[in-house]
């Protein structure tokens, strides 16, 4: 089955600084890969996602990018501000069908005033 | 984006006793709904797959019989934790998609406290 690693699982930075975080994947028909954040005891929130046929994509101050060779994928934050702090989660779908994803073990990111 | 609504958001209930989770998708039909489990601090684990009119699929480990779920409607899927133990307690979260784009929506999540 699908093995999404995700790398690292807690980070610190300044706020004003940049945080990026890595996932990997196993399954080369995974086609899609979204990234949610989510607050402690919310809901996942989709924040960026990217499909196989792009390699990167930016949406303000966050940006995905994606090594389909290779199977991995990163998030990027720039400029980064407390209210980003937050866990993230990484996923890939499973194969190229429906909303099964498999997920990253999680990024509890920390942006320290 | 579309809603996705899960109730309630607390529970809290004695141990044996049976307590009974909500996912609704508000503003889309969802043949598929999917429930996960989520420790403190620790990432989503897809407990199983909620098909309409259908059994549900489960994830290897997940006991059946301990967690019933039911999908009868198009926008309704339950989740019925049977027989609650403290080691259930947990955070459940449902999720729904929209097929033809993949994305995937989740509800506010049910935190479960077995006494």
């Known amino acids: 089955g699908e093995n999404v690693e995700q790398h690292p699982s807690t980070l610190s930075v300044q706020e004003g600084d940049s945080a990026v975080i890595k996932c990997t994947y196993s399954d080369s028909a995974s086609n899609y890969f979204p990234w949610y954040k989510q607050e402690l005891g919310k809901r996942p929130q989709l924040i960026i996602d990217?499909?196989?046929?792009?390699g990167e994509k930016k949406d303000q101050r966050i940006a995905v990018t994606l090594n389909k060779t290779a199977k991995h994928f990163s998030l990027h934050i720039t400029e980064t501000q407390p209210e980003d702090s937050a866990v993230y989660f990484c996923a890939a779908s499973i194969g190229n069908t429906g909303n099964q994803f498999y997920f990253g073990t999680g990024t509890s990111l920390t942006v320290i005033p | 984006g579309a809603v996705v609504s899960q109730h309630p958001s607390r529970v809290i209930c004695k141990s044996g006793t049976s307590v009974k989770i909500e996912c609704r998708s508000l503003?889309?039909?969802?043949?598929?709904m999917f429930w996960y489990r989520q420790f403190p601090k620790q990432s989503l684990m897809l407990m199983a797959t909620s098909n309409e009119g259908s059994k549900a699929t489960y994830e290897q480990g997940v006991e059946k019989d301990k967690f019933l779920i039911n999908h009868a409607s198009l926008t309704l899927s339950t989740l019925t934790v049977t027989s609650a133990h403290p080691e259930d307690s947990s955070f459940y979260i449902c999720?729904?998609?929209?097929?033809?784009?993949?994305?995937?929506?989740f509800g506010e999540g049910s935190r479960l406290t077995v006494l």
């Open positions: 503003d889309f039909q969802a043949t598929t």
């Open positions: 999720s729904a998609g929209i097929s033809n784009t993949g994305e995937l929506f």
């Open positions: 990217i499909r196989s046929n792009v």
